[in-house]
């Protein structure tokens, strides 16, 4: 299993940015996976972001919630074996607990758009809030 640990939320005043990692120990070359999912007190958990990083492409194919998309970039470091998620003009419904997940995917479809049940590995969240 994956061991991932999120980092980097914290409280902004609305139009701010703040951005997230993600760190994976017990990495492996197949972990092709990775997802960013936010769920805030008395509502559902929702996909926010999603990369998939197998094979040998210039390019990985990402998938953006349409509440994200233009203000939220999801990208990797396999070096560093981090993934992030950059959020810009952040809004006060962007208020939540942002989890990191990842996973082996056979293949891009599987993978994107992510859905949260595909997902075994999990971090524990960290806590964006969003001032107006």
């Known amino acids: 299993r994956v061991h991932l640990v999120e980092s980097g939320g914290g409280s902004v005043q609305a139009g701010g940015s703040l951005r997230l990692s993600c760190a994976a120990s017990?990495?492996?070359?197949?972990?092709?996976?990775w997802g960013w999912f936010r769920q805030a007190p008395g509502k559902e958990r929702e996909e926010v972001a999603g990369?998939?990083?197998?094979?040998?492409?210039?390019?990985?194919?990402?998938f953006y919630a349409d509440s994200v998309k233009g203000r939220f970039t999801i990208s990797q470091d396999s070096a560093n074996n981090r993934v992030y998620l950059e959020m810009s003009s952040l809004k006060p419904e962007d208020t939540s607990m942002y989890y990191c997940?990842?996973?082996?995917?056979?293949?891009?479809?599987?993978?994107?758009?992510?859905?949260?049940?595909?997902?075994?590995?999990w971090g524990v969240g960290t806590q964006v809030t969003v001032s107006s």
């Open positions: 990369i998939y990083t197998g094979g040998n492409r210039p390019s990985y194919p990402t």
């Open positions: 997940a990842a996973e082996q995917a056979r293949a891009s479809w599987y993978c994107i758009p992510p859905v949260a049940s595909t997902f075994r590995n």
């Open positions: 017990d990495y492996t070359s197949s972990t092709n996976c």
